[in-house]
Structure formats: structure tokens, C-alpha cells
């Protein structure tokens, strides 16, 4: 038996979204499995290195900033960071970015 350690129930969305990491051009496509005010599990079709990036959802213009909490294969759970500013993206015009705080269900 599995113990929930989680501060908050995660919603099952399984819907596509982008990641964005510093330094490295394009958006490798994932599926948000679940998600929660605080974080999320992540799939993707490859193994992610990076500890921190920007996830975002399409056709939505805000933007989550990621640290990743646990690795298992092509899974990945993170918790939302909140900053004062956004980072440059790789692939940023320069236009500020708008940081999401998620404070209700996405659906």
C-alpha cells in the first residue's frame, strides 16, 4: 500500500502541453497526466534532464515555471515555482510572458 504524500489532490487532465527549457530552441511536446495548484505529473516520449523548465498548455498564453521532485523513466512529477519575474525563453520574441498561478481546475 502506497502512502499519499501529496499537500493536494491531483486532477487527472491528460492533456497536451509544451516544455520549454533555458538555452535550448523549439518545444518538445508532453502530456500533463495530472495536476494540482502546486504541481504535476508529466509524460513525455523521452528521458527529462533538465531539474528546472517552463511548461505551458496549448492554445493558453500563461506559463508554469517547473522544478522536477521525482524521475521515473519517461515520467516526471514537478511543483509549481512562483517568481517574481519570467525567464527568457529559448524561443522568446522577447514580449513579457505571463506566469499562471493555477488556482482553479483546467479542464
Not at 515555471?65 to 515520467?75: E, P, S
Request: include cysteine; aromatic fraction near 8%; hydrophobic fraction near 45%.
Amino acid at each position: 500500500m502506497m502512502i499519499e504524500r501529496r499537500a493536494m489532490e491531483r486532477i487527472p487532465i491528460n492533456r497536451a502541453a509544451r516544455l520549454s527549457f533555458d538555452g535550448i530552441r523549439g518545444t518538445p511536446p508532453c502530456v500533463v497526466r495530472d495536476i494540482s495548484a502546486l504541481g504535476a505529473c508529466i509524460s513525455t516520449p523521452y528521458y527529462i534532464f533538465a531539474n528546472e523548465f517552463v511548461l505551458s498548455f496549448e492554445g493558453h498564453s500563461g506559463i508554469f515555471i517547473c522544478r522536477v521532485v521525482w524521475r521515473k523513466a519517461t515520467l516526471c512529477g514537478v511543483s509549481f515555482l512562483l517568481r517574481r519575474r519570467s525567464p527568457k525563453l529559448a524561443n522568446d520574441s522577447g514580449e513579457p510572458a505571463n506566469v499562471v498561478r493555477l488556482v482553479r481546475q483546467i479542464v
